[in-house]
């Protein structure tokens, strides 16, 4: 069980157990809340039930914290209970708990920190789901990073995640590209012509045009007219840059359960059907020759058109189409994660939600901001269109999958990010996966001295008395708490908490190895500290696991 949970369990039964023998009275008392301390001196958790309960039992809350302390101190998982002013109850873990998580940690080993759940929620995350008419950027590539982490904490909170890409190969778009890449391929059969200024001007385009003219050429003569020919181009682009996007996230270790086309949605009658659903649900007016949403009804700032006064319908209304397929799916959980530039998107698409039914708190959007790619103190600037950007695939090339995994990852979703190549690319303590990594190879290290000086590995020698020491106590503690971080990562749908958790849990390392010798003659030491290191070790490659960065044993 994660130790937050436990303590509150505790709280609880001490509440009880004080109401039972008369020390408090018996009342309808507010919930026991758990909280972190906001310094770890005042301890490992703490609770404001003595100021928030102290109204109902008309108590001093210290009075109350006093009374409440025996009840929680007969808990072998308790060590110290301090009540300070002005009534919070701080408890701090004892030191045969911690011990004891250790042997947790081996017994468990790659399994230790998961959780399983008996009913567990299918979740349905999309993310990245960039537009099929370039190469991935590296905006695309930190969604990827932050979508696939979620989706590995979620999984390992005991639920079930279903991975989306949302391919958007319907509307202008799509038509601009296959003009773009028939354009291009009329160059290459020696034709003159003047490309279309708001076409798509990368250099990836005439590839396309390329692969088109090697593989398609008997396909494209059958074309009758220019329509059918843009048509035709933009839908072999449209698979060439999906099959691209698929090889570049599989080679940043994400991948998808279902690739899903937004093309479907028209063509089997879902966004019509969508219309019906919405209109039936008494949301949909008529207005000037249109179908508009009232989306005002459900917290937009105005109403929406779904369907133009030519009979065309808005990418809105596809978008709610598609969620609505997400919704007939059955999933308990929806998540979007979007680009910044859909923030005005969030209230009319949630809108939408409420309109069908779907209960608020199962859907949740995310906006990964912006990245700022920082070359030799420059930015450069991205643009599929012009074709002045960097791709994820040339990112990879430079820096390779765990640097660029996670330095993704580890600002919040909701912060800009400057991506320092120059930090990316050192090798040394600056960087901080090859500091998180160095820590794991460091401890590999360990092991294979000891078999070299033939001093066998035996945990159950391990001793508790050798770990009461400030450095090997914070790093126990640490390890305890990995399940309790990859929970609450997961529940706030916040990644970067894992980096800033393994950063930690690696400079603890540090620290306690600078201040103790691991392997010596002391056999029952050895054993302690090398039970404790393995523990480590078992942590730092679950958590970087969790992040999709591998953890070497020899750097």
């Given at each position: 069980m994660i130790i937050k949970e436990q303590i509150a369990e505790i709280l609880e039964r001490a509440i009880q157990d004080a109401q039972r023998d008369g020390a408090i009275a018996a009342a309808q008392l507010p919930a026991a809340r758990i909280e972190y301390p906001r310094e770890e001196r005042f301890g490992d958790y703490a609770t404001p039930f003595a100021m928030e309960s102290a109204k109902v039992l008309k108590k001093s809350p210290l009075d109350t914290g006093n009374i409440l302390k025996p009840y929680i101190e007969k808990y072998e998982c308790v060590g110290q209970v301090n009540v300070v002013k002005p009534g919070f109850i701080n408890i701090f873990l004892s030191l045969e708990y911690l011990f004891s998580c250790l042997k947790t940690i081996h017994e468990e080993k790659d399994a230790y920190g998961r959780n399983v759940k008996r009913n567990p929620v299918r979740v349905n995350l999309e993310f990245v789901s960039a537009n099929p008419t370039g190469p991935l950027n590296i905006v695309s590539a930190r969604a990827a990073a932050i979508g696939d982490t979620l989706a590995n904490l979620i999984e390992a909170t005991g639920d079930i995640v279903d991975r989306e890409f949302y391919v958007n190969d319907y509307g202008n778009q799509v038509f601009l590209l296959g003009l773009s890449v028939l354009h291009r391929y009329k160059e290459l059969n020696g034709e003159t012509v003047a490309f279309p200024e708001d076409g798509y001007h990368g250099e990836y385009v005439r590839d396309i045009a390329q692969y088109i003219k090697d593989n398609f050429s008997d396909e494209i003569s059958r074309c009758s007219d220019e329509q059918e020919l843009i048509d035709y181009m933009a839908r072999r682009a449209v698979e060439y840059n999906v099959r691209g996007q698929k090889s570049d996230l599989e080679r940043f270790n994400v991948n998808y359960r279902r690739w899903f086309s937004e093309r479907t949605l028209h063509e089997n009658g879902s966004v019509e059907n969508t219309l019906a659903h919405l209109d039936s649900r008494a949301t949909i007016y008529d207005e000037d020759g249109k179908k508009v949403f009232r989306s005002t009804a459900f917290g937009d700032d105005k109403d929406r058109v779904v369907v133009r006064d030519d009979g065309r319908p808005t990418y809105l209304l596809a978008d709610i189409a598609y969620h609505k397929d997400k919704i007939d799916r059955g999933y308990g959980l929806i998540i979007d994660i979007c680009c910044p530039d859909h923030h005005g998107y969030i209230a009319r698409l949630s809108g939408a939600m409420k309109a069908m039914g779907f209960r608020e708190e199962r859907f949740r959007v995310l906006l990964a901001q912006q990245v700022n790619l920082v070359m030799e103190g420059e930015l450069v600037k991205m643009s599929k269109r012009l074709g002045t950007f960097s791709t994820m695939s040339d990112l990879l090339d430079e820096i390779g999958?765990?640097?660029?995994?996670?330095?993704?990852?580890?600002?919040?979703?909701?912060?800009?990010?400057?991506?320092?190549?120059?930090?990316?690319?050192?090798?040394?303590?600056?960087?901080?996966?090859?500091?998180?990594?160095?820590?794991?190879?460091?401890?590999?290290?360990?092991?294979?001295?000891?078999?070299?000086?033939?001093?066998?590995?035996?945990?159950?020698?391990?001793?508790?008395?050798?770990?009461?020491?400030?450095?090997?106590?914070?790093?126990?503690?640490?390890?305890?708490?990995?399940?309790?971080?990859?929970?609450?990562?997961?529940?706030?749908?916040?990644?970067?908490?894992?980096?800033?958790?393994?950063?930690?849990?690696?400079?603890?390392?540090?620290?306690?190895?600078?201040?103790?010798?691991?392997?010596?003659?002391?056999?029952?030491?050895?054993?302690?500290?090398?039970?404790?290191?393995?523990?480590?070790?078992?942590?730092?490659?679950?958590?970087?696991?969790?992040?999709?960065?591998?953890?070497?044993?020899?750097?």
């Open positions: 999958v765990d640097v660029a995994r996670y330095f993704f990852i580890m600002r919040s979703i909701d912060s800009h990010l400057d991506f320092d190549l120059a930090l990316a690319k050192k090798q040394s303590s600056e960087n901080p996966v090859f500091y998180l990594q160095y820590a794991h190879a460091r401890i590999c290290s360990i092991f294979r001295e000891a078999e070299k000086r033939r001093i066998p590995y035996e945990p159950a020698r391990a001793e508790m008395r050798f770990l009461d020491n400030p450095e090997s106590i914070v790093l126990m503690k640490l390890l305890a708490k990995f399940p309790e971080e990859i929970s609450d990562a997961a529940t706030a749908l916040e990644p970067h908490r894992i980096t800033n958790y393994l950063l930690r849990l690696a400079q603890a390392y540090h620290r306690f190895y600078t201040e103790h010798r691991v392997l010596s003659d002391e056999e029952a030491q050895t054993a302690t500290y090398m039970t404790l290191c393995d523990a480590v070790r078992i942590v730092l490659k679950n958590g970087l696991g969790l992040l999709g960065v591998s953890a070497p044993e020899r750097m």
